[in-house]
């Protein structure tokens, strides 16, 4: 996947302006695809040049003007081509991984305090994934929403942020646990 399928399915729902955009990659986006404002804007001004999305200009008058983006007709095209491509698998590259390998040879403290971080990390995500799925949801309970709610792509992408968010704290309180309990183990030996 390329960063302008993420653009562009993030343009379903309207127009965006590049800093609204940036704000609904960070909410809504960013469980399944990171990228920083300053890649958007430029992948923004790619789509734009390629016919993908247009942008008109809004005349503002008290904030500088700004220009608003939605997904032409080629551009739902692009998606329906890549939706229809066979998806690659995903893979884990991470640099805390890396450090908890070679953590029993390195020394455990700095890895230990790391896994507790990307915890604490996970803990805060997960409390704004739950809120982003009540606000997509409203007042529907959840299974209601999946089967007749008007749009369910963001909800169900939520939710995959949501699993994953879980599975990466509880892995990473289990490890930080077990090294802890080595080092201590190695302690009294």
């Known amino acids: 996947m ?70 032409t007709d080629a551009g739902r095209a692009e998606l329906e081509t890549f939706a229809a491509a066979t998806a690659k698998p995903s893979f884990i590259r991470d640099d805390l991984l890396v450090k908890v390998q070679a953590a029993d040879r390195i020394g455990t403290a700095p890895v230990i305090g790391q896994l507790e971080e990307r915890a604490a990390a996970a803990d805060a995500k997960i409390e704004l994934l739950g809120a982003l799925l009540r606000q997509l949801r409203g007042d529907r309970d959840e299974d209601d929403f999946l089967l007749h709610g008007e749009r369910i792509g963001p909800y169900l992408t939520c939710l995959r942020g949501l699993a994953f968010e879980r599975e990466h704290r509880d892995w990473c309180r289990r490890i930080a646990a077990v090294l802890r309990e080595r080092h201590r183990a190695d302690a009294e030996r």
Do not use: C, M
């Open 2 to 71: 390329a960063l302008r399928h993420a653009v562009l399915a993030a343009l379903l729902d309207g127009e965006f302006s590049g800093y609204q955009l940036a704000k609904a990659f960070d909410i809504g986006v960013a469980n399944f695809w990171h990228a920083l404002p300053q890649q958007l804007y430029a992948e923004l001004a790619k789509l734009e040049k390629d016919g993908l999305v247009a942008g008109r200009q809004v005349v503002q008058e008290t904030r500088p003007n700004k220009r608003l983006f939605h997904v």
